[in-house]
Each structure stands twice: as structure tokens, then as C-alpha cells.
């Protein structure tokens, strides 16, 4: 059994008090994950002071009994009643949820089952807050997943030819990503060509790669749990010079956020990096969206590398640097790597080139 674990609890339990509360309900499965090392669907965590208590139902007996080493409760029913009635049994008078995670439903049967003088005290980030903060074991996770990710790529790109489907290359990029060992991609992965690579969250459809179009892939694994993400464009033929010029912008931006980070420095002031660059090729209105985000359990974490977070990064984040231009009718470009900051600056662990690939 991993300690990582029993001290990830041990941090909760230890910062109940400061927050004021007796105890602390985690319902968000990435987060009973991360608390517990469960990897089911129905899970709950209760934080006490001292102790953890996981609850599953029967479906899970087998399976929590070999995953998660704190104490165990299986559940014949809905789990919250039951979480209710050990609250109530533990005297628990401010009872902490995650108030992004807890639907409306489960906030009604708690505060049904609860005693009437104990209070649902809402919570938000908290747990994300630790996610952020990458252990050694985790940045190994993502380095692994990173790396598959990136074999996945190169032996479904050398398959690219004019005539292809978007569809059919998104399959055969998931089917690689799984032959070398995820469980499943982080997210849909998006194929998407010519005009269609402007939509930034594309889906892959039938529409066939042809000769002259620009191919923006964006792909990730899950690996052990943990995220990759990665953006590359393909160019089917020869492209030309105002194709190669948007490259060369969105290059050089992901370069410089990439040599802004490092410990102390915000995560706003990264973004503020890669928009400059874009800004001085007169771009900055086709960069539609945040320069990257945190990923971990979660495809999309803390912080996000946007304009308004203030986060100041830290060793053990792992983030993604991914500025993107845009054009409606022409085409869009984004370069994505995933990043850790270390206590100097950064590492890459995407292997891949950056060069426009040439099909
Ligand atoms: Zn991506
Ligand atoms: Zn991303």
C-alpha cells in the first residue's frame, strides 16, 4: 500500500482546523482518488482529525479493499445518509463539501440525514490547492504518460496521408495511445484540417485531409491516472510563406511563456509572455483562449496559465504552455507541450520536435 496516500490524508485532517471545521466531505472522483488511490465511480471520502473514512457501495468491496488502505465503510444504499448518520454518531458540528462537486441532490440528502444543529460549510479549491503541488512519484506519472503520448503520436502521424479522415486518424491516435499502455485519452482528442483546424476545440468528423491543409492534432493520454497533453500541426505539402509566418509567431510565444517559468513568477505573467509575442506580429485578437493550465488527475487543473491568475507558480506544478492563433476561413496554429516547474525553471517532457511537420 502507497503512504502517499495516508499522508495526503493526514494533511487533510490536519487542516480542518484552521479552516474551522470538524470534519470534511471530498465527493469529486479526482480528489477521493488522490486521497485514497480508489480509481471506481462511486466513492466518498470523510475527513476527520484523526482518522479517514472511505465509503463505496457493494460493487466496490473487492476492488476499495485492494485500492484504499484507510478504513472502509460499504455502503447497501446511497452513500450520503450513511455519511450523515457518522457525522451525527462523531458529533460533527460544521461539516465541510466541496461546493463545486456536491450536487444539489447530495446537499439535500445531507442536510436531510444531518442532526439540525450541524451546518454544511461550502468549500472551494481546497483540495485542488494540494493537487496542484506535484509530488516526485506524480511527475514521474505524467512523465510516463507524456511519453506515451508522444510515441502515440509519431506512429499514428507516419500514417497521415491526403484522403484520411479526420475521424480515422483520431481512432488510429487513440488506438496507438493504448497499444503503448494508457487506459484511455485525457479528452477527445481533436483532428481537425484545413479551415476546421480555426476551431479550437474541434471534434474529428468525416471530413477528408487534403493536399495544401494545415492538420492541428491535440492529444493526451491517461496513464496511472495521470494527464498528457500535447498540440502539433501537420502541413499536407508544401506550405506557404504566410502559413509558415503564423508558425513562426505562435513558435516563438510558446517559446518565451516556456522561458518565463520558473518559481515565483505568476501565472498570469507566463500568459503575459506568449500574448507579447503575438502582439508584436499583430496576432494578439487571434489568441482566443488561456496559454495553458495545470494537469495531474485531471486533464484541467490549478492554476491556469490565464491572464488573471495570480497563482505564482511553484516547483512541482505541472502545467501545459499551448498558445494558439486563429483565422476564421484560413486556419488555426497552436504548439502545446506539457511543462513541470523545477526550482530553476522549467523542464519539457514532451519529446516531440516543434518543427511544422511536412506530410
Ligand atoms: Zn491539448
Ligand atoms: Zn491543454
Known amino acids: 500500500v502507497n503512504d502517499e496516500f495516508e499522508q495526503r490524508r493526514h494533511l487533510i485532517g490536519a487542516g480542518l482546523e484552521n479552516r474551522e471545521l470538524d470534519a470534511m466531505l471530498v465527493v469529486s472522483p479526482a480528489s477521493v482518488r488522490y486521497l485514497t488511490g480508489f480509481t471506481g465511480s462511486n466513492g466518498v471520502v470523510l475527513a476527520l482529525p484523526g482518522e479517514t473514512i472511505f465509503f463505496t ?12 488502505s484507510c478504513r472502509t465503510q460499504v455502503c447497501k444504499g446511497p452513500l450520503l445518509p450513511d455519511v450523515a448518520a457518522m457525522a451525527a454518531r462523531g458529533r460533527i458540528r460544521r461539516l465541510g463539501f466541496e461546493r463545486a462537486h456536491l450536487s444539489y441532490d447530495g446537499f439535500d440528502l445531507l442536510r436531510a440525514n444531518m442532526p ?15 493537487r496542484m503541488l506535484k509530488s516526485e512519484n506524480e511527475i514521474e506519472l505524467i ?15 507516419r500514417r497521415v496521408r491526403p484522403g484520411m479522415r479526420e475521424r480515422d486518424l483520431a481512432a488510429e491516435i487513440d488506438f496507438r495511445m493504448r497499444r503503448l499502455g494508457a487506459e484511455k485519452p485525457s479528452f477527445e482528442t481533436i483532428v481537425a484540417a484545413g479551415e476546421r483546424s480555426a476551431l479550437p476545440h474541434a471534434h474529428p468528423t468525416g ?55 520558473r518559481p ?15 502582439k508584436a ?9 488561456s496559454t495553458g493550465h495545470g494537469l495531474g488527475l485531471e486533464i484541467h ?6 491572464k488573471k ?16 492563433v486563429y483565422l476564421e476561413g484560413l486556419g488555426g496554429i497552436r504548439i502545446e507541450d506539457t511543462v513541470v516547474v523545477t526550482r530553476t525553471g522549467c523542464e519539457v517532457l514532451t519529446p516531440t520536435s516543434k518543427e511544422l511537420r511536412v506530410v
Not at 267 to 278: G, M, S, T
Open 57 to 68: 457501495d457493494p460493487r466496490y468491496a473487492i476492488q476499495s479493499a485492494r485500492e484504499v
Open 116 to 130: 439540525v444543529n450541524a451546518s454544511l460549510e461550502p468549500v472551494s479549491g481546497w483540495l485542488e490547492a494540494h
Open 143 to 157: 512523465r510516463r504518460s507524456v511519453a506515451t503520448n508522444s510515441k502515440a503520436f509519431e506512429r499514428a502521424a
Open 207 to 261: 471530413a477528408i485531409l487534403k493536399q495544401g491543409q494545415l492538420v492541428l492534432i491535440d492529444m493526451g493520454a491517461f496513464q496511472d491516472g495521470y494527464a498528457s497533453d500535447m498540440t502539433r500541426m501537420l502541413f499536407l505539402g508544401e506550405p506557404g510563406a504566410r502559413v509558415q509566418r503564423l508558425y513562426r509567431a505562435v513558435l516563438e510565444a510558446q517559446l518565451a511563456a516556456i522561458d518565463a517559468v
Open 264 to 278: 515565483g513568477v505568476t501565472a498570469a505573467r507566463v500568459d503575459r509572455a506568449a500574448r507579447d509575442v503575438l
Open 281 to 289: 506580429y499583430k496576432l494578439e485578437r487571434a489568441f482566443v483562449h
Open 301 to 306: 487543473e490549478l492554476p491556469r496559465i490565464g
Open 309 to 324: 491568475d495570480k497563482t505564482p507558480l511553484a516547483a512541482g506544478m505541472a502545467i501545459t504552455i499551448e498558445p494558439g
